[in-house]
């Protein structure tokens, strides 16, 4: 059965910490790893990663994959309170359906 | 990015009545539409694919006919929730892709949501 892990499953830090979100995954014919942030209401589009290695940035974010060990990780560096979210992790595997994980619980403290 | 709108954001319904969701792609053709449930503090559970012109693929233990979904057109779908019970309340979530742009490796586009609450 295919899965996705993500740890820790909650993390709070203070302003100006960095943190590392994990994914781990299992699944059949792997395609691409997402990361979406989510606030309130529905998830918004961070990285898409398709090829071990290459690491994607935007601002304070970035991510990395690696298809050998199969994981990704999101790090997010001089953390600010408007990073506060839960951030999921997705999948897809041979079809265009998302596999996601149960998410990370992020409280940045002023 | 792409928008996907969903209507209503809020809906709370008496036990044992109907109601409908729409999820719409504002400026591109959803040829694939996915409707998603989410209970708090969980993560999106895929409920069915909806497919433009055909029948919706249900994930396993999803209702097909407690969940119908309709795709009648590339922009529109929707989610009926038949006789609806409280366990049914939750946040319902849909997103679409468009197949045509980037084959395989385009991301689902998300909608705001729908929070339904059965009393």
């Known amino acids: 059965e295919d899965k996705v892990v993500q740890s820790p499953l909650s993390l709070v830090v203070h302003e100006g910490d960095t943190v590392t979100l994990n994914c781990s995954y299992e699944?059949?014919?792997?395609?691409?790893l997402l990361w979406y942030k989510q606030e309130k209401k529905a998830p918004t589009f961070l990285f898409m990663l398709?090829?071990?290695?290459i690491e994607k940035k935007s601002g304070r974010l970035s991510s990395i994959l690696d298809k050998k060990e199969l994981f990704s990780i999101l790090n997010i560096t001089a953390t600010q309170t408007g990073d506060s979210a839960v951030y999921l992790c997705?999948?897809?595997?041979?079809?265009?359906?998302?596999?996601f994980g149960t998410g990370t619980r992020l409280k940045v403290l002023a | 990015g792409a928008v996907v709108s969903q209507h209503p954001s809020r809906v709370i319904c008496k036990s044992g009545t109907s109601v409908k969701i729409e999820c719409r792609s504002l400026?591109?053709?959803?040829?694939?539409m996915f409707w998603y449930r989410q209970f708090p503090k969980q993560s999106l559970m895929l409920m069915a694919t909806?497919?433009?012109?055909?029948?919706?693929?249900?994930e396993q233990g999803v209702e097909k006919d407690k969940f119908l979904i309709n795709h009648a057109s590339l922009t529109l779908s929707t989610l009926t929730v038949t006789s609806a019970h409280p366990e049914d309340s939750s946040f319902y979530i849909c997103?679409?892709?468009?197949?045509?742009?980037?084959?395989?490796?385009?991301?689902?586009?998300f909608g705001p949501g729908t929070r339904l609450t059965v009393l």
């Open positions: 997103s679409a892709r468009d197949m045509l742009a980037g084959g395989f490796y385009n991301e689902q586009f």
């Open positions: 699944v059949t014919n792997f395609r691409s």
């Open positions: 398709t090829s071990s290695g």
């Open positions: 997705a999948v897809t595997s041979g079809t265009y359906k998302y596999i």
């Open positions: 400026d591109f053709q959803a040829t694939t």
């Open positions: 909806s497919n433009e012109g055909s029948k919706a693929t249900y």
